[in-house]
């Protein structure tokens, strides 16, 4: 590889917060309402979330609140489940596959057999007689002030509607207004789809209360308004009239405190929200709301020059780009709204995304809405740390040492190791124990996967004191678990991990290729922690140890990386799943560093799987194609993903694509495609997994020029460049941590070292 001298132009002294342009491309938007749940507009504070239609005549905001979900504070272990664990292990030997599934199912999975579901909160409508005929209608999200807004024309008087979620004031709040003076009349009413609900008009107020059929949580929903108009209080529904603007004020709250504690009570939660705004007009709510969202929104920029296509409706856009991909700003919008979604359903202090985010209308949502472990749960957290959005993994990183306790006892009557476990869901209830069916559910890696999201923060961040006091405690005790969980496999003599199964294909098995890809890398990562806080070396010696005994990765007779022990892969399998590639994304067990040798063989392995699948998995296909360092195949597929589905039933197909709100359509909706989907855009611009920072690495052809300010790497650097014509002409590198940095550009390289808080700024080393 030629090395050359770096050509170092300036250093910019000590860091402060760079002014941010605002780009009004950036929006979703549309001139008609949504005709149902998938046209709606997402709006979140991490909290709460909301999906606004913004219909005329009656609009309708459905509203979830993060902790409502059914079931109860519960040990999903089955007690003494470890007595069948050799019994199992030795079917599976044997090739008894339908004997070792059967005898799981009724001897080894949780207590229940399946997990708990998240739920509806309900819905707020606000009607308005009258405006069944109307002109010049327009709505939008906009994902810089992430504020929905519908306007439209009535006899000639233009009302506005603005929709916020604030974190900082903890309400969803309707702005309404008319351009005529006491033109403004609406009623608004509140339903659930719970049994156990009941809704009080009191005093200006609306109080919607429900409860959870299948469990003990319950929550309460009030709507205060404020307005110039006239108040009038119905049985169920409350009247304003004659007003020049109004603004309501949503607040919902459950008697959830945490897994094992559900004494809270969601009616003073309430009360103090309502004296929390109590002194804030609108427009202070709206102005605090902005700016803490942009606190995060506006460290990252992204852009590809346009065509003029931002001047189109989103829906047509969308339709569009599958008639000519000519639309290079359609990817950014996607890439931003990935960030929204992100900072919308995932803030400190809150639960974690789940399937949907944080929304959901559905009483029984597919797969529960919950963690689905064995990837979905952690694609959703692909973009924090890459966008610049570290905090948003926060709550991701509190789920983990929840499942890190609930999964000690999982571990002790499951396996009879120490350290903890957790299988391939979870939900609010901190279920580890392995769900559903033996063929799949019986899955040992989601802690394993876990714990590589504790140690990617401390690589992005350096955060020394998160690596000491709260990574390392989870990492270090998923690690003694899988020492003790790996066995001798009397054919090869390797260690292997069984009973399992490669998610969610094959069925239950001995030696999934996945499972010693993420426990090799967590002993790995676990032996540099050892070393790094020079701490547990013993367990770190014994861990060095057992590294080379675990089995490695296999290239097969058909030139594929195995998925399992024996070589068996079906070339016609086109399953949506990919799981034995986990080592090259998002893991780094399988580099081009390391072995090209293994990265060609991972590349026949995809291709034997296909270019198409649900949303998710075609977002998984796009990062490992950026891996792949193949820029214009990873763009066949993200037109793959930009297939407009203009209904949930239409989209009930083999394939994935987007819905015309762009949340992603599974089939059904699934937000891990978003997730995923944003990440893999930028992973075609920056990757930091290997030794190195590479600028580019797989930019298409329909990428040729662009820039990109605050994107993250790892080693504690923050990143802005621009290329033209396919080339690159700048970079700037902020260095947070003082470590050395090592920049790769094609055949170039160049390595400097950095003082903590200084930026570095040049051209000619890299450039052209």
Known sequence: MKRVALCLLLIISFSGESEKSLNSAFRLWYHQPAREWTEALPVGNGRLGAMVYGTVEKEHIQFNEETLWTGEPHDYAHPGAHKYLNQIRKLLSEGRQAEAEKLAMQEFMSVPLGQKAYQPFGDLYIEFPGHQNFTQYYRELNLQEAICRTRYQVDGIT??????????????????TADKKKALNFVFSMDADHQQESVLAKDGLLELAVAVDDGVLYGKSRVKVDTD????THNQKIEVKNANQATLYLMAATNFVNYQDV????????????????????DDIKKAHIVDYQQLFNRFEISFGNNGRELLPTDQRLQKFQESPNDPQLLALYVQYGRYLLMSSSRPGTQPATLQGIWNKDIKPAWDSKYTTNINAEMNYWPAELTNLSDCHEPLFDLIKDCSQTGIQVAREHYNCEGW???????????TAPINHSNHGIWPGG???MCSHLWEHYLFTQDMDFLRE????????????????????????????????????????????MDHQIIRSLFTACVEVSRILITDTEFAAQLQALIPKIAPNQIGQQGQLQEWLEDKDDPENRHRHVSHLWGMHPGADITWEKSSELMEAAKQSLLFRGDDGTGWSLAWKINFWARFLDGNHAFELIKLLFRPVFTQEVSMRKGGGSYLNLFDAHPPFQIDGNFGGAAGIVEMLIQSHQSYIHLLPALPDSLPEGKITGVCARGGFELDFEWQQGRLTQVEVLSKAGK???????EKMVEFETETGKRYSFTDALAN
């Not at 476990?421 to 279920?431: P, V």
């Open 229 to 232: 108009g006239e108040i009038i």
């Open 470 to 513: 709260r990574a390392w405690p989870m990492m270090r005790e998923s690690a003694r678990f899988y020492a003790q969980f790996l066995v001798v496999d009397p054919k090869t003599g390797w260690l292997i991990s069984t009973p399992s199964n490669s998610p969610e294909n094959g069925g239950l098995v001995a030696g999934p290729t």
């Open 740 to 746: 050395r940095c090592r920049l790769k550009y094609g």
């Open 159 to 176: 009302y506005t509607r603005e929709v916020l979620a604030s974190a900082p004031h903890q309400v969803l709040a309707i702005h309404l």
């Open 447 to 449: 802690g394993g996967w």
């Open 421 to 431: 476990i957790l299988h391939h869901n979870t939900d609010l209830w901190r279920g």
């Open 263 to 282: 004494s809270k009570n969601p009616a003073e939660t309430i009360q103090n929200i309502l004296a929390g705004i109590k002194n804030f007009a609108y």
